[in-house]
T-cell receptor, first 112, second 116 residues
Framework: QKEVEQNSGPLSVPEGAIASLNCTYS??????FFWYRQYSGKSPELIMS????GDKEDGRFTAQLNKASQYVSLLIRDSQPSDSATYLC????????????FGAGTRLAVHP | GAVVSQHPSWVICKSGTSVKIECRSLDFQATTMFWYRQFPKQSLMLMATSNEGSKATYEQGVEKDKFLINHASLTLSTLTVTSAHPEDSSFYIC????????????FGPGTRLLVL
């Protein structure tokens, strides 16, 4: 079992719709969770961090965390073509040590 | 805030030469920096964790004698690819951890290496 799993996609949504990206992780002790966006040919950029169960909203983005289910998600409301990118889920590595374990990423395509 | 730079942004070199890549945290001090490699259409692969003033910790399968890492100050880490070969051609990305109990990593823009 991979430590951080994401559906590779592509996830295709129409402009204006809600895009839902999901991620599961294997280390029950993880405390820190992150979503990064990576455009083709570019490095990842941080979108959201979440540390507590529940929802965290920032503009059009909402991160959701359920530690009991070992599940973290990212919702993008009013999706725009500029949101088309690969979204990487990252989870604090086993035992801390500051490492982040990245999922393979989900490719999102927002079509006009 | 939390800006990380990398230099150079791209480099082309001949097989057998060494290439040094710099990673700088511009507006914060980073006791820990990370080096990743990404091949086309693949995810990030952590190569090593770089701690200021101490030896880097390499991930399994990464040759420490080939990928030399130096973290001499709180704002600078360098990765040297020694005796580069075409199979080392990749996108090398560094990140810096904000610290203060936060695990957030901020990424540099990356360095694209092409070894001929």
């Amino acid at each position: 079992q991979k430590e951080v799993e994401q559906n590779s996609g592509p996830l295709s949504v129409p402009e204006g719709a809600i895009a839902s990206l999901n991620c599961t992780y294997s280390d029950r002790g993880s405390q820190s969770f992150f979503w990064y966006r990576q455009y083709s040919g570019k490095s990842p950029e941080l979108i959201m961090s979440i540390y507590s169960n529940g929802d965290k909203e920032d503009g059009r983005f909402t991160a959701q965390l359920n530690k009991a289910s070992q599940y973290v998600s990212l919702l993008i409301r009013d999706s725009q073509p500029s949101d088309s990118a690969t979204y990487l889920c990252a989870v604090e590595g086993p035992g801390g040590y500051n490492k982040l374990i990245f999922g393979a990423g989900t490719r999102l395509a927002v079509h006009p | 805030g939390a800006v990380v730079s990398q230099h150079p942004s791209w480099v082309i070199c001949k097989s057998g030469t060494s290439v040094k890549i710099e990673c700088r945290s511009l507006d914060f001090q980073a006791t820990t920096m990370f080096w990743y490699r990404q091949f086309p259409k693949q995810s990030l692969m952590l190569m090593a964790t770089s701690n200021e003033g101490s030896k880097a910790t390499y991930e399994q399968g990464v040759e420490k004698d080939k990928f030399l890492i130096n973290h001499a100050s709180l704002t600078l880490s360098t990765l040297t690819v020694t005796s580069a070969h075409p199979e080392d051609s990749s996108f090398y990305i560094c990140s810096a951890r904000l610290g203060g109990g936060q695990e957030t990593q901020y990424f540099g823009p990356g360095t694209r290496l092409l070894v001929l």
